[in-house]
Every structure is written in C-alpha cells, then in structure tokens.
C-alpha cells in the first residue's frame, strides 16, 4: 500500500492544514512520522512546524509537536477585548466613589 503523501506531494499550506488536524486528534505528533505521511523531509517538517509555533498554533517540543492550550499565549490586543464592559461599570463606580469622597472630605473642610 502506497502512502498518500507519495502519491501526491503536499503543498505547505496543505501540510500545515494537516499538522494542525493531527494535534486534533491527538496531543502530540512527530516529525519522523509526519515526514513519512507527508513524503518530504524531516527538515520540511522541521520548518513548517516553526512556521506554526511564529503563528501561536503549536508548540514544538522535542522530536515534535504538541498543540497550543488555549489563552497561553494571548496578546494585549486580545486581553483589551474581553470582559470590556465588566471593565467600564467597575470604571463608572470607582469614579462615583471617588466624586462621593471628594465632596465628603469638601464637607469637613
């Protein structure tokens, strides 16, 4: 039995698609193992499992690849878009409290 990967070489796109189905299904893949299915080098494995990690989808490990948890690795801009109106109400009663202690320490004066 020929494997798919022989029969027809994999563009990168198609083997990223690929790599990151096989962390679906599983938590871990290795580079030996994906270079055969895919019928290229490790070393292309190599590269596109870094091009993954430069995009936050995988994390390499050793001999391979694990996937990413998810909210590991958030970035500011996507920290600043959660929770946004949690965020303004605690806003609005802090500045509420803040006018409510100004004009009572303006009362004692």
């Given at each position: ?16 698609e ?20 895919f019928?290229?080098t490790t ?18 490990a050793h001999g391979?690849?694990?996937a ?5 690795h958030r970035?500011l ?31 004692h004066?």
């Amino acid at each position: 039995m020929e494997q798919a990967g022989a029969q027809h070489r994999l563009k990168k796109h198609e083997r990223h698609e690929q790599i990151l189905l096989q962390l679906k299904l599983r938590p871990h893949v290795r580079v030996a193992e994906l270079a055969t299915r895919f019928g290229v080098t490790t070393e292309t494995v190599r590269r596109d499992m870094g091009d993954l990690e430069r995009r936050g989808l995988l994390e390499r490990a050793h001999g391979g690849a694990s996937a990413t948890h998810p909210g590991a690795h958030r970035d500011l801009d996507e920290r600043r878009q959660e929770r946004v109106v949690e965020r303004e109400r605690l806003a609005g009663l802090d500045r509420h409290h803040r006018v409510a202690g100004a004009r009572r320490r303006d009362d004692h004066d």
